[in-house]
């Protein structure tokens, strides 16, 4: 049989980008191997020999429980090898290619062990530079094993064959994709990638081509986590998209420090599930109070006891446990009575000095701030309860008559109500006479008020199934309209798992579509419609919170003093009060017994009229500025920085025209992501050739995201221009990184 050193080969278990592995038997200890052969000769280059043998003696110190035991290296006919610990399971790739789903908690899990090997090695001077799910290996006891650590270092110079990188380019850091030299915290972007992948089931960086995924890695941050799957924990995203940040010193420093977050969660989440917590007790259970240890302040917490079963937890564990054991249960009902009694003769035996006798504080009526007033109508209106949000929107106006934010909510409301009654009935009258497209019509037009409303649900599914799915296309249109609408609110950012639900629904509704099934893709864009309209009142009632909280409670303006009644007014059989005297103050205690009448409620507030919009300047009407084709194009770059840091992607259209595809979403995306965006424009070359020309300039580019990132990215642009009339537009911009 073949060997390789003293190792017999047994069978080839496969072959990747570094080598081939085998199992193979160990004579000398009798025990069954990995043997893994390394694809890249050394014989002829000493320093790669030496390079090697350092890397694959710093990876055979390691020992961890998450990291595979190197047991010997060597080298047979000039190439490497080294004989491993022998595992049998299957690597991450194959595990999430498998149908079948892995659960939260068991992501979590493989998620902090493949941080708890990395954290060990990192603490040993030892990077692994090639975190890929291949090389993240699963045992059948589920324990996670990091393989081949360090060697990526070996083939660093064959980064320009693509057959032997392209597996690993999509797990690469933009520093590694650089060629710039790699310290630990490629370790934790590469691990961010992995678990992107295996939270989402999606590649966080994947292009048509080598060079493609690589620009991707530079310079295009994935798609947001909660698009692809809005039941993801919100925690759980954000580790993971602060550990993405493209900039090295924007992730997490230390791969401890994402440890630390993923176990938090994990602990919340085990916390959340604990049998203690959720089991119920049987009718013959009894709950004891834990003794407290010496030394250990009492604690009035139950303690989780059964026969036979785990220890109780420690002081201060606030599960509920039941004791169902018999001798447990005498033994805790005497430690009750104990307890009893020397209660008992602390409240009774003692003398006790008499008590003062605090008068009861009168009684004062409250009314709830506005704060709270106008987030119950809030959450009314977001449960569609117009009739609760119409008058909780009231109770605030009639104590602060001028709040926007509650006059704003009054009309929605009582548009919304009267559009959902309104369009139930005429779309339950036209589905009765036959007309399926029409109520399916009507019905969709409801449901882009009232997602929730089963009326409307109802009758639209009826209608669409009668109409055979012909009106696809318009709520196609429609559901284009409703997500532009969210969009402008402002719902990528305020409402994230309401606009997530959206773009899930719209592409349900595009597979349906495009798999010839337009009655069922009618329904869905429909409702994908209403989900869109759903983010968008909720990003607006976001905005209409903060107001609020940001708005403090009116004082309450001081009352005038009653009318003096005059002789029509009084009442025959009522004396006249006497007045105190000139210049005294009436006794508080003692106050008058005249009834004030009650003003009635004033009427209510007309909607604020609408500003009249302002038209957008076409760049033909702009203004000529400048005489120069260069002061021209200094004021094109200034508008291209103002457009960026406002986020205005009006304004950037109007001197980018055919802004599209690619560059538009990711523009869109960074503009919904960022809380502020600091571009400069430096070392602008001209160069102009009749209409059309080319300016190139050096971008710095700053964005403070909405969770407190910062992301810089400096690159070397290239912006194609051409004359439209009197000024100068866009054509388009490329982007090359700086070295």
Not at 97 to 124: N, Q
Not at 144 to 161: I, M, N, P, Y
Not at 277 to 305: C, E, F, K, N, Y
Request: glycine fraction near 6%; charged fraction near 20%.
């Amino acid at each position: 049989m073949p060997t390789i050193g003293r190792y017999v080969l047994l069978e080839k278990l496969g072959q990747g980008g570094m080598g081939v592995v085998y199992r193979a038997q160990d004579p000398l200890l009798q025990r069954i191997v990995a043997i893994k052969v390394i694809s890249t000769p050394i014989d002829a280059d000493e320093e790669r020999r030496e390079r090697f043998f350092r890397e694959a003696r710093s990876a055979g110190h390691l020992s961890h429980k998450n990291i595979v035991t190197i047991h010997d290296l060597g080298e047979h006919e000039g190439q490497p090898y080294l004989a491993m610990e022998y595992l049998t399971g299957q690597d991450l790739a194959a595990r999430m290619a498998d149908p079948t789903r892995m659960s939260l908690r068991r992501k979590l899990d493989v998620a902090c062990e493949i941080c708890e090997g990395l954290e060990y090695a990192h603490a040993h001077g030892v990077i692994h530079r090639d975190i890929k799910p291949g090389n993240i290996f699963i045992a059948d006891s589920g324990t996670v094993k990091l393989v081949d650590f360090g060697l990526a270092r070996l083939v660093t110079s064959e980064l320009t064959r693509s057959n032997v990188m392209m597996g690993t380019i999509n797990y690469m850091s933009p520093e590694q994709v650089r060629g710039e030299r790699v310290d630990h915290r490629a370790d934790i972007f590469s691990t961010a990638v992995v678990l992107y992948e295996l939270f989402s089931g999606h590649r966080a960086f994947v292009g048509e081509s080598f060079a493609a995924t690589m620009y991707k890695i530079l310079e295009v941050p994935p798609q947001p986590l909660l698009e692809i799957d809005s039941s993801l924990p919100l925690d759980v995203v954000r580790i993971i998209e602060k550990a993405l940040a493209k900039p090295r010193d924007e992730r997490y420093q230390q791969i401890g420090d994402m440890l630390r977050d993923l176990s938090a969660y994990r602990f919340a989440l085990t916390a959340m599930d604990s049998p203690a917590v959720i089991r119920r007790a049987t009718p013959d259970a009894r709950l004891a109070s834990q003794t407290p240890m010496s030394g250990t302040p009492a604690s009035p917490v139950p303690v989780a006891v059964e026969e036979g079963g785990s220890q109780p937890p420690a002081s201060g564990s606030a599960a509920p446990v039941i004791i169902s054991s018999p001798r447990l249960l005498v033994g805790g009902a005497v430690i009750v009575l104990m307890m009893a009694a020397a209660i008992l003769w602390m409240t009774v035996g003692r003398p006790r000095p008499p008590a003062a006798v605090t008068p009861a504080p009168p009684i004062v009526a409250t009314e709830p701030p506005i704060t709270d007033l106008m987030q119950k109508a809030l959450s009314a209106f977001a449960a569609e309860d117009y009739s609760a949000a119409e008058q909780n929107a009231r109770a605030v106006l009639a104590r602060d008559p001028g709040n926007t934010a509650a006059q704003q909510l009054l009309q929605r409301s009582r548009a919304a109500a009267a559009a959902v009654s309104d369009g139930v009935k005429r779309a339950q009258a036209l589905l009765d006479q036959g007309k399926f497209e029409d109520a399916s019509r009507a019905a969709g037009a409801v449901l882009g008020v009232a997602p929730g409303n089963a009326d409307a649900k109802r009758i639209m599914e009826a209608g669409s199934a009668g109409s055979h799915g012909r009106g696809a296309e318009e709520a196609r249109a429609q559901v284009a309209r409703a997500k532009a609408a969210a969009r402008s609110a402002g719902a990528q950012r305020l409402s994230p798992r309401a606009y997530a639900a959206a773009v899930a629904a719209e592409r349900d509704a595009e597979q349906l579509y495009r798999g010839a099934r337009p009655g069922d893709a009618t329904v869905k864009f429909y409702e994908a419609s209403g989900l869109y309209r759903s983010a968008e009142v909720a990003a607006q009632n976001e905005s209409a919170a903060h107001e609020a909280q940001a708005r403090p409670d009116p004082a309450p303006a001081p009352q005038p003093p009653p009318p003096a009644p005059t002789d029509a007014t009084r009442p025959q059989d009522t004396a006249p009060l006497p007045q105190p005297p000139a210049g005294s103050a009436s006794s508080p205690s003692v106050p008058p017994t005249v009834t004030t009448p009650v003003a009635p409620p004033p009427p209510p507030l007309p909607p604020p009229a609408a500003a009249p919009p302002t038209p957008a300047p076409s760049t033909a009407e702009a203004p000529a500025r400048s005489t120069t084709p260069e002061a021209d194009l200094t004021d094109l770059l200034g508008r291209y920085k103002s457009a960026l840091e406002a986020r205005d992607m009006s304004a950037l259209r109007r001197i980018w025209p055919n802004l599209s595809g690619t560059p538009e979403a990711r523009l869109r995306s960074e503009f919904d992501h960022a809380r502020q965006i600091s571009v400069d424009v430096l070392e602008p070359r001209i160069a102009v050739s009749g209409n059309t020309g080319t300016v190139s300039f050096l971008r710095r580019y700053l964005v403070l995201t909405t969770d407190g990132q910062r992301l810089r990215n400096d690159t070397r642009a290239t912006m194609d221009i051409r004359r439209t009339g009197s000024a100068w537009v866009i054509e388009g911009i490329r982007f090359e990184p700086v070295r």
